[in-house]
């Protein structure tokens, strides 16, 4: 079992819910002012001690989603850059894609971020789900599943090598020799691989953890690959104790494959959550939320997730299996089809019950079963942590932060204060943070 649990709270808009914009403050729903709620909800999270801030991205805008609740997709980088200013402490990990994006420029953004932030830089690695992305950078389709994870490796080796290029001692400020940097400890990547070539080194000398922590949000095998040679932290969706465990040995073997420690990785999965004093209050909560949906919303937005053509779906049956076929496919596509061919509901049924991230934890409660959800799933070696969905801002996070820390304090599975500066630090404690220069 970790020391303690640690937390990545996952920000959007006015909260994480479809609903949470019908509940919100009427002065929040301006996209200007997300920035506010965001900038307050960073500083929340650093309030309670929590690892990081974790910003989604796709970059692409599905127009239907926009008719039912804010839109607000806000370039990751930018906006960390942003939060780095105004926090001390908290970790900033910002979503890109490596199939939409090249390897130099994401290395030098983040690497300046790393800077800006004094080493609280964070990248989750993501292939892109959403097929239309393609349309916007000029390329026919979007390439297939494991297309996608094979050009992901290969980015984020490049990207490391580019890290690397400055040696940790290059820049010797040597004053009397005049000389600024030793250039022979800086080295172009001279890089040549099935996706990119890249010739030269970093344009800024090595930041403060290095690299930035790197983060990996697939759970197929390919995802579990590419977090086995690079992650030091995977956000994944699970719905209980047992398929969580079973997810995170499988993180942790391939971790160990690529000859690393499986401590070096921690698997935190999402979950949606509603906190009241009473359990009656907190369902009530959720009950508001959810009887707030538009019906049509929900197996349009899991069609949506799930790489399925909406257009060729009756909701009102269960799904066809010439849809399935015909899927985007993901570990998201799996769970559902797993699903619907398991209990035989409609798409509209099984769109119902998956609220949050397609077969992922929810939890409707009181601060104290809060405190015991996390307490069991640790125990149990289920995760490390979590990744916190609060449904709605600013309050779902503000109550985590002061009910719900409190309580795992005094049971010692949270931090009390921040003993380290970095986000690998806090992470992975001091021990792992090799390769940040003193
Ligand atoms: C907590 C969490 C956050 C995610 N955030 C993103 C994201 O911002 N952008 C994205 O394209 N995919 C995101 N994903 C999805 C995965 O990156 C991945 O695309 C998806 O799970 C399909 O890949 P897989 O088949 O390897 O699981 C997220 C997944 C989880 C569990």
Do not use: C
């Not at 990547?189 to 403060?208: E, I, N």
Request: proline letters at 5%; hydrophobic letters at 40%.
């Amino acid at each position: 079992m970790p020391q303690h649990a640690h937390f990545t709270a996952f920000l959007t808009g006015v909260g994480y819910h479809e609903s949470a914009w019908l509940f919100a403050d009427p002065a929040d729903l301006d996209p200007i002012a997300h920035v506010r709620v965001l900038t307050e909800a960073t500083r929340t999270a650093e309030r309670g001690l929590l690892d990081a801030v974790f910003f989604a991205d796709s970059p692409g805008l599905e127009i239907f989603r926009a008719g039912y609740f804010p839109q607000v997709g806000f370039d990751p980088l930018e906006l960390v850059a942003a939060l780095a200013a105004g926090t001390t402490r908290i970790g900033l990990v910002a979503t890109a894609s490596t199939t939409y994006g090249t390897p130099y420029d994401l290395a030098r953004r983040l690497a300046t971020i790393d800077f800006v932030s004094g080493g609280r830089a964070g990248w989750n690695i993501v292939t892109t789900r959403y097929a239309g992305a393609a349309g916007n950078f000029g390329l026919a389709s979007h390439p297939e599943h494991d297309e996608r994870y094979a050009r992901a490796d290969e980015f984020v080796e490049v990207a490391r090598r580019l890290w690397d290029s400055w040696d940790a001692d290059a820049v010797v400020h040597d004053r009397t020799a005049r000389r600024w940097a030793d250039t022979a400890r800086i080295r172009p990547v001279d890089f040549h691989g099935r996706f990119f070539d890249v010739a030269g080194a970093l344009t800024l000398p090595r930041s403060p953890q290095g690299r930035p922590a790197l983060a990996q949000a697939g759970s197929s095998g390919a995802g579990i690959a590419l977090a086995g040679r690079h992650a030091d932290l995977v956000f994944t969706a699970q719905p209980d104790p047992v398929s969580a465990r079973a997810f995170r040995d499988r993180v942790r073997a391939a971790v160990r494959d690529h000859g690393r420690e499986a401590d070096d990785v921690l698997v935190l999965p999402g979950v949606a959550f509603v906190i009241g004093s009473t359990e009656a209050e907190a369902r009530a909560k959720r009950a508001a939320l959810e009887d707030a949906v538009d019906p049509e919303f929900r197996w349009r937005n899991l069609a949506h997730n799930a790489g399925l053509d909406q257009d060729r779906i009756d909701p009102d049956r269960p799904l066809g299996e010439e849809v399935i076929a015909a899927a985007e496919r993901s570990s998201r596509t799996d769970e559902v089809a797993r699903r619907s061919r398991e209990t035989g509901r409609t798409f509209r049924e099984i769109a119902d019950e998956l609220t949050g991230l397609p077969g992922g934890l929810e939890f409707t409660g009181t601060p104290e079963q809060f405190a015991d959800l996390v307490e069991h799933w640790l125990e149990t070696g289920a995760s490390d942590g979590f990744t916190l969905q609060p449904t709605t801002l600013p309050d779902s996070l503000e109550l985590f932060v002061d009910h719900v820390v409190p309580i795992l304090q005094r049971r010692g599975l949270h931090r009390t204060e921040y003993t380290t500066t970095t986000l690998r630090g806090h992470l992975l404690g001091e021990r792992r943070t090799a390769g940040v220069p003193a």
